[in-house]
C-alpha cells in the first residue's frame, strides 16, 4: 500500500561507481602528499572537498535505500557497503588532517610506504565493487578480494616492524604520540579495506 | 504461531523519552563539573548514578524489542536508537571518570566550551527523540537534526583547534596525553549525537 | 523445545563450540604468558595460530549463513554471536602482539590479574554459548552471563585504579603510553565478553 508509491527499483550500481571513484580520489591525492611530505592547504582544501562529496553519495545511497523497496541484493549488504567505502574517504581524510594538526611537515618514508599499500588495496576495491553489476565478474572480483586481504596482511607487518622500530629509537614522547596514531591510522584504512570484502563475499555467496 | 504469546503492541516512546532524559541530565550535570573544574565525589557519584539508570532503559527497550511483534518503526532503528543514546550518556560518563582517573582538577576552559557545545546537542537530540511520537512534528525534527549536525562541525573544528594549540605549546608528554584523549573524547559525544540524526532520518524517511 | 521443530540444516552449534574453544585457549595462553612475563617466540606464534583458527571458523560461520535458509536462531543473532566471540581471540592476540612490539618483558601484576579475569569471563563466555544447544540450559546460561557482567565491572575497576596509579606514580612518558594503551586492551576483552551476553540474551528472550 505504501509501497506503491515509492519508486520500487533504483540502479544502486551507479552511485556506487561514483563512490568507490572518491575514495580512490582520496588514497591517490594521499600518496602525492605523503611523498611530498608537505601538507599544503591546497591539498588538505582537495581531500576535505573529495570526503564532503563523497560523503553526500553515501546519503544518496541511504536515502534511496530507504524509499526503495526492491534491491539489487540485501538492504544490509548495501548499507554496509556504503558504509564501509565511506569510511574509507573518511580514514584518510582524517590522517591528513591529523598530519596537518601535528604539524607534520618533513618527509616521512613509512608514510610514502603505507600510503602506496593503501592506494593499491583502494584500487582494488574499487574493481571489486564495479564489479557487482554483473555476475560474469565473478572471478575477477574474488581475485581483487584475495589482493585486499594480502594487502592488509602486508599492512599489519609493516605496522608492527614501524612501531617497534618508533620504540626502539624514538626519544622523543610527543613525536612518538604523533606517529603511532598516524601509523595505526593508515593500518585501520586497510582493515576498513578488508571489510568491504567481508561484504562482497557474502553478497556473491547469497547470489551463488 | 509463536507470536500469539507474546504482548504484540507496546510503547517505547515512553522510554525513548526517560532515556533521552538521562542523557540530558548526564550533559548538564558534566557542564555544571566543567564549569567549576573540581570532580567532588558527589557529582561522580551522580554521573554515576544517571549513566546506569540510562543504562537500564536501555535493557527495557532492547528486552521490550525481543518481546513486542508490532513495533512503531523498524526494529534495526529501534534498535540503533536506543544503543546511540545509551552511547551519548555512556561517553560523557567516561569524559567524567578519565578526569578523576587523570586528576585533571584545574578549570580548562576548552573542556567548558565543549561541555556547552555537548549540552546543546543532546538538548537537541531531545526535542528530535521526543517529537517522533507525532507525524506532525517532522519540521521541528528536521530542524533539531540540522542543529545537530551545525553542532557536529563546529565540534570537529574546536577539537582540531584545540589539539594544534596542545601540540604546538605543551611541553609535558603525560598532561599531553590526558588532554588530547578528553578531547578527543569530548568531540566524540557530538559524533554519536550526529549517529542519532542518521537514525532519526531514516525513520522519517520511510514514515513518509 | 523449540529447537524440535526446525529442520537443522546446518549445525551451527558445532561451529560455535569450536570457536568458543578458541577463544578459550587464546585467554589460557595470554594467562600462562603473563605469568611468566615473558613473550618467547613460541608463545607468539602458538597464539597467532589460534587467532588463526578461530578466524577461519568465523568465515565458515559466516559463509553457511548465507548459505542456510533456515537457522536455529535469528541470522543477525548468529552473525552477531560469531562476530563477538572472534572479537575476544583477536584482542587478544592484539595485547600480545603489543607486549612484543611495545618490548614489554618484565612481569607486569597488573597483567597477571587482568589475564585472570579475562580467562574466568572468557570461561563464563564458553559456558553459555555451548549452553545455547538445549532449551534445558536455560538458568545454567543466565548464571554466566551474571558472571560475565560482573567480571565486566570488576575490569572496569581494575583498569581505572591501574590507570590512576599510573598517571600518578609513572615519569616515562613512553612507558606510561604501552602500560595505559595494554591495560585499556585488557579491559577491552571484557566488554567483549560482556556484548556476547547480549546477544545471547537476546537469543534467550525470542525463545522464552
Known amino acids: 500500500m505504501l509501497f506503491k508509491f515509492l519508486p520500487n527499483e533504483f540502479n544502486f550500481f551507479d552511485l556506487f561507481d561514483k563512490q568507490v571513484d572518491y575514495a580512490l580520489s582520496a588514497a591517490t591525492c594521499f600518496k602525492e602528499l605523503a611523498s611530498k611530505g608537505a601538507i599544503d592547504e591546497g591539498s588538505l582544501e582537495k581531500i576535505g572537498d573529495i570526503e564532503h562529496q563523497g560523503d553526500e553519495v553515501a546519503h544518496e545511497i541511504f536515502e534511496h535505500l530507504n524509499k526503495t523497496f526492491i534491491t539489487p541484493f ?3 549488504d548495501i ?12 580514514m584518510i581524510n582524517t590522517i591528513v588532517s591529523r598530519l ?19 592506494e593499491e588495496s583502494v584500487r582494488a576495491v574499487a574493481c ?3 564489479g557487482l553489476r554483473s555476475a560474469k565478474n565473478f572471478q575477477s572480483i574474488q581475485e581483487s578480494c584475495v589482493e585486499i586481504n594480502r594487502l592488509e596482511n602486508v599492512g599489519d607487518k609493516m605496522r608492527d616492524v614501524m612501531l617497534a622500530d618508533l620504540f626502539d629509537n624514538m626519544k622523543d614522547p610527543i613525536t612518538l604520540i604523533k606517529l603511532k596514531e598516524i601509523y595505526q591510522d593508515a593500518e585501520t584504512v586497510l ?8 561484504v562482497v563475499g557474502a553478497i556473491l555467496l547469497k547470489q551463488a
Open 74 to 76: 540485501d538492504r544490509e
Open 79 to 90: 548499507h554496509a557497503l556504503a558504509k564501509e567505502i565511506d569510511d574509507i574517504t573518511d
Open 100 to 118: 596537518k594538526i601535528y604539524n607534520v611537515v618533513s618527509v616521512d618514508k613509512n608514510l610514502i610506504q603505507f600510503a602506496s599499500v593503501i
Open 128 to 130: 571489486a565493487v564495479k
Open 191 to 198: 582493515d576498513v579495506c578488508e571489510d568491504v570484502t567481508h
